[in-house]
C-alpha cells in the first residue's frame, strides 16, 4: 500500500493510506464520470437516510433529497464542480463533491466504513486536486451536519462559526486551513 503524507494544520501531520477492503480488493479515488452519476446519488441518499435525516424536521430532510438527486447533481457537474468517488470492485464507497474548489457541498461514505480512513483518503485527494488546479487556495469549507461535526475537527477543520438552520437543515460552518507556503495542507 502507498502513503500520502500531507498537513492539516502548520506543524500537524497526518498519514493517509489506501483502505484494504480484502487482500485482493482495494479502494480506488477517482473522479466521477456522468454515467456513474446515479451511484453517487444512491450512496449519498443511502447514508444520508441512515445517519443524518433522523436529526432534521421533514422540511430538512425533503431539502435535502431534492439536492440529491440525479437531475441535481447531473446540474452542478455541468456547472464544474469537483466530483471524486472511493470505488472498491465495483461498489461506490465515498463520494465528495467540492464547489468552487473550495467548499465541500456533499461527503458521505459507506457507514460501515466510516472511522477506518476511507473519508481521510477522499478528503487528500480531493485537496491534491483543488491545489493543483487552485495553488492560491487558502482554506476548503463546509457546511458540517451536527453529526459530522467532530469527524470534521479529527480531519482539521475549525468551526468557524455556530449551528445554523436553513430550510430545516442544521449545520456548523467549518474551515480548514490551507498552507500555502509549503503547497501543502
Not at 91 to 112: D, K, N, P, Q
Amino acid at each position: 500500500m502507498g502513503f500520502i503524507w500531507f498537513y492539516i494544520l502548520p506543524g500537524a501531520v497526518y498519514q493517509m493510506r489506501a483502505i484494504t477492503m480484502t487482500e485482493s480488493e482495494h479502494v480506488r479515488i477517482k473522479p466521477v464520470p456522468p454515467a456513474e452519476v446515479a451511484a453517487a446519488a444512491e450512496l449519498v441518499t443511502r447514508v444520508f437516510e441512515q445517519f443524518v435525516a433522523p436529526q432534521f424536521p421533514p422540511e430538512g430532510v425533503s431539502e435535502f433529497l431534492s439536492y440529491a438527486t440525479i437531475a441535481a447533481l447531473e446540474q452542478r457537474m455541468a456547472e464544474g464542480n469537483l466530483f471524486l468517488a472511493a470505488w472498491s470492485g465495483e461498489r461506490m464507497t465515498g463520494f465528495i463533491e467540492v464547489r468552487g474548489l473550495e467548499h465541500i457541498a456533499m461527503f458521505f461514505t459507506e457507514g460501515s466504513l466510516q472511522g477506518q480512513g476511507l473519508g481521510r483518503s477522499l478528503l487528500g485527494r480531493a485537496l491534491e486536486v483543488c491545489l493543483k488546479q487552485k495553488p492560491d487556495l487558502e482554506r476548503l469549507t463546509v457546511n458540517a451536519s451536527p453529526n459530522a461535526v467532530d469527524a470534521y475537527r479529527r480531519l482539521g477543520f475549525k468551526s468557524t462559526g455556530g449551528m445554523q438552520t436553513h430550510n430545516g437543515i442544521s449545520f456548523v460552518p467549518m474551515a480548514l486551513a490551507i498552507n500555502t507556503d509549503s503547497g501543502h495542507t
